[in-house]
Nanobody
Framework: QVQLVESGGGLVQAGDSRRLSCAAS????????MGWFRQVPGKEREFVAV???????YYADSVKGRFTISRDNGKNTLYLQMNSLKPEDTAVYYC?????????????????WGQGTQVTVSS
């Protein structure tokens, strides 16, 4: 079992930056593939970024070049640095974990989820 708690959401203006954090507790953090997803009302949960055990990263086209996912295994924490935010980035952001040697992009493949943190970008 692993417990995930996101933080760092809030109300920002278009063009601003924001960093989300996801604190993990439980089993060894470093063995998990960690992902960020987001969801708006009435839509499915959407892949944002993923980082593998060895640090390899992948991004959705909509955030590539603006968002950076990273992890600090010593602190059991996952991060999402979001720059040049746009109103269309407004969503509830979730971190997710899967005990896997390969990265995954589909939300239904992840085993553990945080409660989510709201990010609202005003124009």
């Amino acid at each position: 079992q692993v417990q995930l708690v996101e933080s760092g959401g809030g109300l920002v203006q278009a063009g601003d930056s924001r960093r989300l954090s996801c604190a993990a507790s439980g089993r060894t953090f470093s063995r998990y593939v960690m992902g960020w997803f987001r969801q708006v009302p009435g839509k499915e949960r959407e892949f944002v970024a993923v980082i593998g055990r060895l640090g390899g990263t992948y991004y959705a086209d909509s955030v590539k070049g603006r968002f950076t996912i990273s992890r600090d295994n010593g602190k059991n924490t996952l991060y999402l640095q979001m720059n040049s935010l746009k109103p269309e980035d407004t969503a509830v952001y979730y971190c997710a974990a899967k005990d896997s040697a390969v990265v995954h992009f589909a939300a239904n493949l992840y085993d553990y989820w945080g409660q989510g943190t709201q990010v609202t970008v005003s124009s």
